[in-house]
């Protein structure tokens, strides 16, 4: 099983700030991975797939990258409605696995 | 898209229940699906996925042999059978469409199952 492991597990920021979240690949994945926003009481939102594709919808500021077994999803310009959890997650094996959540909060 | 979960419940140890996702606004039988459960509190945890036809699926080992994934395309519909519960497998049990096989591209609202005596 690929183990993917993110990071911080919360991030203190400020409205208009950039928040920067990482997430780490126990093995290669590829690109094959997304990353999912979830804001308290909803499903989950697609926000990124391939590593660096934004999802339909999904805002400019919001944005992927990849070094090996290491992606990262940046935010850039935090608006009120972008402090939630994310998630990121492998599908390049099965079973499909995913991190355990960055918290962005204020 | 839509996708409708339903089933849900509070059920004792050892007990079954069976989901229900209903689907619609895009070709269901053209879509992989899956079902991911999310424990109070706790992070997203895949657990079950088909494929198109229900030819091929797979199944996390947290609940292979208790669980079974099926669906039936002409009801646009995905199921999962939950059988032998757990305190464990208490959890918003969530209905996923997936994009080629890869990343979830939507999802439904969730349904709670609660495994308590």
């Known amino acids: 099983e690929i183990v993917m492991t993110q990071s911080p597990a919360t991030l203190s920021v400020s409205l208009g700030e950039r928040a920067t979240l990482s997430c780490r690949a126990s093995?290669?994945?590829?690109?094959?991975l997304a990353w999912y926003q979830q804001r308290p009481g909803q499903a989950p939102r697609l926000v990124i797939y391939?590593?660096?594709t934004r999802a339909t919808g999904i805002p400019a500021r919001f944005s992927g990258s990849a070094s090996g077994t290491e992606f990262t999803l940046t935010i850039s310009g935090l608006q009120s409605e972008d402090f939630a959890v994310y998630y990121c997650q492998q599908y390049s094996n099965w079973p499909l696995t995913f991190g355990q959540g960055t918290k962005v909060e204020v | 898209v839509d996708l409708l979960e339903s089933g849900g419940g509070l059920v004792q140890p050892g007990g079954s229940l069976r989901l229900s996702c209903a689907a619609s606004g895009f070709t269901f039988s053209s879509s992989a699906m899956s079902w991911v459960r999310q424990a109070p509190g706790k992070g997203l945890e895949w657990v079950s996925g088909i494929s198109e036809r229900g030819g091929s699926t797979y199944y996390a080992d947290s609940v292979k042999g208790r669980f079974t994934i099926s669906r039936d395309n002409s009801k646009s519909t995905l199921y999962l059978q939950l059988d032998s519960l757990r305190a464990e497998d208490t959890a918003v049990y969530f209905c996923?469409?997936?994009?080629?096989?890869?990343?979830?591209?939507?999802w439904g609202q969730g349904t709670l199952v609660t495994v308590s005596s």
């Open positions: 093995q290669s994945v590829s690109t094959n």
């Open positions: 391939g590593a660096s």
């Open positions: 996923a469409k997936m994009y080629n096989w890869n990343e979830f591209d939507f």
